[in-house]
């Protein structure tokens, strides 16, 4: 046994803020928008910071394919316009000089040309697609790495149709705004520029006056813009309102079944789902707005182009394959600088889901391990919590000045009345929360400074309503202990009298269970946990009323196989129902955060307080 380090000063008790909630409004860098006395940042600015952050996180890492897709991206630039400039030959040597030899010439460049420009387009497609694919699948896990590195409270408060949200649609938010930016850069903007040079050195006048009407469709551009943005937030989060209900739905579906809320849940669902379309439509309708403004000034420009180019060309002897080259070349540069034009729409919309997905990579854990941590060293197995006082948030303490041992090797059972702090004593056990006073030690060994790792590997926990995987019955036992054998697998299920009702199941123990093992009982479900239990084979034991639910035969094979997992290991026993617990070495009571009665179960009832009266409360009759 350690010896146990004497206890630290009685610090100030810190004011608890409250956590922020989830996707509310947070911003890369961790700080909410519009905090107090803060000047909100410009729309622009605020894009740069998240495509920045975006591309040093995310597309920095894969320099060299955008790298190796921007270059065929010049190639199909180039190729359109010499496609765009080849007009010119075609028109002079073709149909005004009429030279044989050349439409032979012509004809097989116009071909290769193209065969060039698809053969490339091909390529950097593909290799977008990828890239796409991998920032996508890079996401998801660095998401899940996260959020699993966060304490209970985080699950509980997080939305999980929201959560959901965040590794579906965020994630692919991410790559879209990615490639809408690699995309445009390399495809729209080179295809652009190769076709205003065309424009340029064919007639530099008629380029001005086609270059005229860019002003006033940025000016529209930029009003659009301003309307997408809410809309394409709301959107996301009517999202995940549907998620939320589909998941309500399936997982509830006896509740809602045995009540009738089936009109309930669907009125919900067509809620949600009405809100999501009327959201895309609007998005679509803003979208939209950039053809009827590209088309208006297009149509001027090219009008104004087609005046003069054809005035010069019929009285002032202009050249008339340099015109053509240069129509050619505004015509072809309409379908970019329409992209371009509807490109700021796109990014805000994938700009939302990308600030929503840092907003939650940015929520750091509330506990994380030191990084002096050590693993933990279990001896006897004592756990102490000296002088605990903890809450959560600004509640109410949940325990206050608790003081708990549980000796190694005995079984400790803990009872009171609801809320009065027991389950709170197993979540700072397993450090799913640190407390804010006080200390919790194991052998002497504060929690604070070992792995977690090692912490939780030292622990095995049975809870009362036993939650098991999807997946088949061996699966979930082996969720114990990972690299365990079919033998040992079989020998937990065996000790945990679970052995004969595995094997009547119609393939033994490959028999698929469902969701939450839903085609099991809750005796069944038990025994499957307590197996999981026993073969972790951790030297301390937490029980959460593991037979509260039970009926009296499958509470004692329960019992029974509990027995037998409890033997030789520091037990913890959370008991609602008094006759489980009396023999249990030590009983403590809590009450109000505190541990008001300890002692045995005979000296408990002959002291007269609270556990007596609660004892004859469940045994009157």
Known sequence: MGVEPPEPPRPPEPPQPPGPAAGAGAVPGGQPDGQPGEKPKPDLERQKRVLTRLFLENGLQHWKGYGVALAFMSVVAGMTGLSAWIMQDVI??????????????????????????????????????????????????????????????????????????????????????????????????????????????????????????????????????????????????????????????????????????EPVMRAEMDAAVQDVRQRADRIAQVGAATNPLMESFGGLAIAGVILYGGWRVIYGGGDPGAFFSFITALLMAYDPAKRLARLNIQLQASLVGVEMLYALLDRK??????????????????????????????????????????????????????????????????????????????????????????????????????????????????MGRLDATEEEIRAAAKAANAHAFIMAMPRGYETELGENGATLSGGERQRIAIARAMLRGAPILLLDEPTSALDAEAEAAVGEALARLMKGRTTIVIAHRLATVRHADMIHVIEGGKVVESGSHGELREAGGLYSRLYDLQFRD
């Not at 509980?156 to 690699?182: D, P, W, Y």
């Not at 200390?439 to 009362?464: C, H, K, M, P, W």
Request: charged share 20%; net charge positive; glycine share 8%.
């Open 365 to 478: 854990p509330a506990i994380e391990e030191a990084e002096d941590a050590v693993p933990l060293k279990v001896g006897a197995g004592r756990v102490r919590l000296r002088n605990i006082r903890f809450r959560y948030g600004r509640k109410a303490p949940a325990l206050d000045g608790l003081e708990l041992i549980a000796e190694g090797g005995k079984v400790t059972a803990l009872v009171g009345p609801s809320g009065a702090g027991k389950s709170t004593v197993f979540a700072l056990i397993e450090r799913f929360y640190d407390p804010d006073h006080g200390n919790v030690l194991i052998d002497g060994q504060n929690l604070r400074g070992v792995t977690f790792e090692s912490l939780r590997r030292n622990i095995a926990y049975v809870a009362q309503d036993a939650f098991l995987f999807e997946g088949t019955v061996a699966e979930n036992i082996r």
């Open 92 to 261: 002079n040597d073709i149909f005004i000089d009429r030279k044989p030899d050349m439409v032979w010439k012509i004809a097989g460049a116009v071909a290769g040309i193209f065969i060039i420009k698809g053969i490339a387009s091909y390529v950097q497609q593909v290799i977008l697609s990828r890239i796409g694919n991998r920032i996508v699948a890079e996401i998801q896990m660095r998401l899940f790495d996260h959020v699993q590195r966060h304490r209970i409270d985080f699950y509980e408060k997080m939305n999980t149709g929201q959560l959901a949200m965040r590794f579906s649609q965020n994630a692919r938010s991410a790559r879209e705004a990615l490639n809408l930016v690699i995309t445009s850069m390399g495809r729209d903007m080179f295809s652009l520029v190769a076709l205003c040079i065309v424009m340029i050195v064919q007639d530099p006048l008629l380029a001005g006056i086609a270059l005229l009407v860019g002003p006033p469709v940025a000016y529209g551009e930029w009003i659009l813009v301003r309307k997408v943005k809410a809309v394409a937030r709301a959107e996301l989060l009517s999202i995940a309102r549907i998620i939320t209900t589909i998941q309500q739905t399936a997982q509830g579906a006896r509740v809602v079944k045995a009540f009738g809320l």
